[in-house]
């Protein structure tokens, strides 16, 4: 029987590796929201909760997992709000059974709730924060966003790997080339922008607001990449809504970093490699018996004719004006 990556990770083995590194667990686990990897909620005896992630087997290496953790702690040590992984005998990075893994504290909070006032110029101040640190040195281990990585690679392995059905596999393909031709297109005309070390994952999920502000979690996707990156997924709505939205969150951001307007170009051709990206990770873990249980939707026929429409609607966005900062410093 094949297993798949997680097969041996059962509650004993979690709190066996939990007592490894002097955490003492009281038995009590909560499985959190995770896909990528196996995170828990981890009751510890007379002290406050901690959290486990168990990385992935295979997906990154040991010194990419390190420049993850020491991008974290270089925030931290800031004063920026992120949720950074702790120092157990001396190491941030854990090692048991197979599995590599962190513990971090736990952090409480919910989901920003965006159409508050201030709160986009809020998370604005942290994200340009965030990115002035960033941009101070290079990943050396951790890859890059690009159209190659992003689009290229991962269209090529489901086409392969007889994902798309036979029958919408040239429309598929002909509507792949087009968008990976339009993403290419948005870079030219973006010109030679500036890349950094990001949080790369910058959804509303990998934010928590608490009374005190926001506060940034999962940094396991973390790459160089431009910083547009960290700002488009925090957009939604008609084009000028987005628009709004942009100038809100730059009046914040470019109190600590300059924004390069060129970079407005990326959006879309951003969001276009990111969906074609995302039905590869899908593909790639269907092994793991979480994704099928999860993803119900996923790899019907239905699935594959909603990606080809999608795809088409953003050749055709991908040809608009780019988004354009209403208000802000601009």
């Known amino acids: 029987m094949t297993m798949t990556p997680f097969s041996t990770l059962t509650p004993d083995l979690i709190l066996d590796a939990m007592s490894s590194v002097g955490i003492l667990g009281d038995g009590r686990l909560l499985a959190l929201n995770s896909y990528e990897n196996r995170v828990y909620q981890v009751g510890v005896e007379d002290q406050a ?23 974290s702690l270089e925030l931290a040590e800031e004063e920026i709000p992120v949720v950074a992984p702790l120092a157990l005998a001396g190491r941030t990075l854990q090692h048991y059974q197979g599995f590599h893994f962190a513990v971090f504290p736990r952090r409480g909070g919910r989901i920003p709730e965006l159409d508050q006032s201030g709160r986009l110029e809020w998370i604005g101040r942290f994200l340009g924060r965030i990115h002035a640190i960033g941009a101070q040195t290079t990943f050396q281990h951790r890859p890059a966003i690009d159209i190659r990585s992003f689009g290229e690679e991962p269209a090529d392995w489901l086409m392969a790997n007889n994902f798309i059905p036979a029958d919408i596999l040239p429309a598929y393909r002909s509507v792949v080339e087009q968008a990976l031709e339009g993403a290419r297109s948005c870079y030219q005309r973006a010109g030679n922008v500036a890349s950094l070390r ?17 506060h940034f979690v999962d940094f396991d996707d973390s790459r160089t990449g431009p910083a547009v990156q960290d700002l488009w997924m925090l957009l939604s709505g008609s084009h000028a809504e987005m628009s709004l939205q942009l100038g809100e ?15 407005l170009h990326l959006v879309e051709a951003l969001r276009t490699l990111r969906l074609i990206h995302y039905s590869a990770w ?14 119900t939707w996923f790899n019907t026929q239905q699935y594959w ?21 209403a208000g802000g410093n601009r």
């Open 282 to 295: 899908l593909a790639k873990r269907w092994d793991d018996p979480a994704f099928p249980m999860t993803f």
């Open 305 to 325: 004719q909603d990606r080809i429409l999608e795809l088409r609607e953003q050749v055709a966005l991908m040809q608009e004006p780019p988004l354009s900062a």
């Open 49 to 71: 909760p901690v959290v486990a992630k168990f990385y992935r087997p295979g997906r990154w290496s040991e010194a990419q997992i390190l420049e993850e953790h020491a991008f």
């Open 198 to 214: 990001l949080h790369g994952d910058c959804h509303l999920s990998n934010m928590l607001w608490t009374d005190d502000g926001p």
């Open 249 to 263: 969150l730059l009046e914040g951001y470019e109190c600590f970093y300059d924004f390069n307007p060129a970079e």
